[in-house]
């Protein structure tokens, strides 16, 4: 049983809607907030049997996480596509899959949007969505308008990223103001100029993409570019002059299939060579490149697609840093919390200092079930003194109205409270029953 027709937007031109866009904008059509609906479809395609029974949903993901090609992208994909009956293959970027290897920090973490598309969407009368090339964070500003992207609610600062959807994509979900108004007013130097380089070989790609058919692009187009290249230089007997050019050692290892390429690789070598970004990933830099001497080869520009500097960390320095931050802190921090404080990355914790992570680990688990046993009490306690108490001996003592009662006068969460008055209640029922139970055996 398919879910009601939901058309993925602007699949047939650059302006394609992003698969988290698609994903929030067919919850909000349900009704369902995104992590419901996502448990629905995975029921749902359990029972037909169509995923492996051991799936798992992740428990919470960026936006820009869906864009790529990672394992939760696919397995959304996969849940919406049977789920709605149609491909959203253009939904994600993925030219990544045929072309590159992993590429991260390519895709911007949260929702960004251009209040103007948002404003032309609105007068069109058109859908709101989020486009797929404002997850590109190489793509620094609009490419229609030429102005910086939003990524805050200019009103009261929020992200788009929650998961409970209670107004179109061009309404803050927090404080239901406009995202197609910007509260701050443009100076002229905001706006790009149309000879400044806003990412302009990403744009191109993507006006380009629709030229080959998903199906028919070819898998490894950068190493067959690379492969022609060199051959015009060796058979002109030039060849020296291209192992200049590009960096030799690190070629012949792409070229030889012992390195991926990513996405910043593959727009420096396409600018080293003069071609379009499309064109090489295509595997057609050596039949559209027209003049390939040394001399003339485009030299990156300085702060162009330059590689970032590696930081070298003083680990010992982490280490100790860490260790007097969990110190300080009334309770033990989770590891992304000290990952944070510090500025590293998780990642680095696990692979530099595994031992220490699972310490902190089974120390933060064991404080967090500690935690849940104690506010359990509470909440049975609590409920308990609701029941039985004079305080409350003139109120309706229900249950619902126990939980009312609750919820205002503690800070306690729905399920914890729920789950207080039905031990506390469980316990009075049983007491009441055995009271009961001795009195008539006696009479």
């Not at 149609?86 to 939904?91: P, T």
């Not at 070598?269 to 071609?275: N, P, Q």
């Not at 970032?308 to 010992?316: A, S, T, V, Y």
Request: net charge positive.
């Amino acid at each position: 049983m398919m879910l009601l027709n939901v058309p993925l937007l602007g699949a047939e031109k650059m302006d394609v809607e992003s698969l988290p866009s698609y994903l929030y904008r067919t919850s909000y059509h349900y009704g369902f907030s995104v992590g419901e609906f996502c448990r629905l479809m995975l029921s749902h395609a359990k029972h037909l049997k169509k995923i492996p029974a051991d799936t798992k949903l992740p428990t919470y993901i960026f936006p820009g996480h869906l864009v790529g090609q990672s394992k939760p992208s696919r397995c959304i994909r996969d849940l919406l596509e049977l789920s709605t009956g149609q491909s959203l293959s253009k939904s994600c970027l993925w030219i990544l899959t045929k072309s590159l290897g992993v590429s991260n920090g390519e895709f911007a973490k949260n929702f960004r949007w251009c209040p103007e598309c948002f404003s032309e969407m609105k007068r069109m009368g058109s859908e709101p969505y989020f486009k797929l090339i404002w997850s590109m964070a190489s793509v620094t500003a609009c490419p229609i308008h030429r102005t910086p992207y939003e990524e805050f609610c200019g009103a009261c600062g929020a992200t788009q990223n929650t998961y409970i959807r209670n107004r179109p994509a061009d309404q803050c979900q927090k404080c239901f103001e406009p995202l197609s108004i910007r509260y701050i007013n443009l100076k002229p130097e905001d706006i790009a100029p149309s000879w400044m380089d806003i990412g302009s070989d990403i744009v191109e790609m993507f006006t380009r993409l629709g030229e080959i058919p998903e199906r028919n692009f070819k898998v490894g187009g950068p190493y067959q570019s690379l492969h022609e290249v060199s051959e015009i230089y060796y058979k002109q007997g030039r060849i020296i002059e291209f192992n200049k050019i590009l960096p030799h050692r690190y070629i012949r290892e792409v070229m030889s299939g012992q390195s991926k390429l990513a996405l910043i690789t593959a727009r420096r070598l396409a600018f080293r060579l003069g071609v379009s970004l499309y064109d090489f990933l295509s595997g057609a830099a050596g039949r559209v490149t027209h003049s390939l001497d040394a001399e003339v080869f485009c030299a990156l520009a300085p702060g162009y697609l330059e590689a970032r500097p590696k930081m070298q960390k003083d680990h010992k320095s982490i280490v100790k840093k860490a260790k007097y931050y969990i110190e300080a802190q009334p309770s033990p921090p989770s590891l992304k919390e000290i990952a944070k404080a510090l500025g590293v990355s998780v990642g680095y914790f696990e692979y530099r200092h595994p031992a220490l992570v699972s310490h902190w680990v089974a120390t933060r688990k064991h404080y967090e079930e500690t935690e849940k046993i104690r506010r359990q009490n509470l909440a049975t306690q609590e409920a308990l003194s609701f029941f039985l108490g004079e305080k409350y001996q003139t109120e309706n003592r229900s249950k619902r109205n126990a939980y009312r009662t609750l919820r205002d006068h503690t800070s306690l969460s729905k399920t914890t409270i729920m789950l207080g008055i039905s031990r506390a209640h469980h316990s009075l029922f049983d007491s009441r029953t055995v009271q009961c139970a001795s009195q008539d055996f006696l009479k």
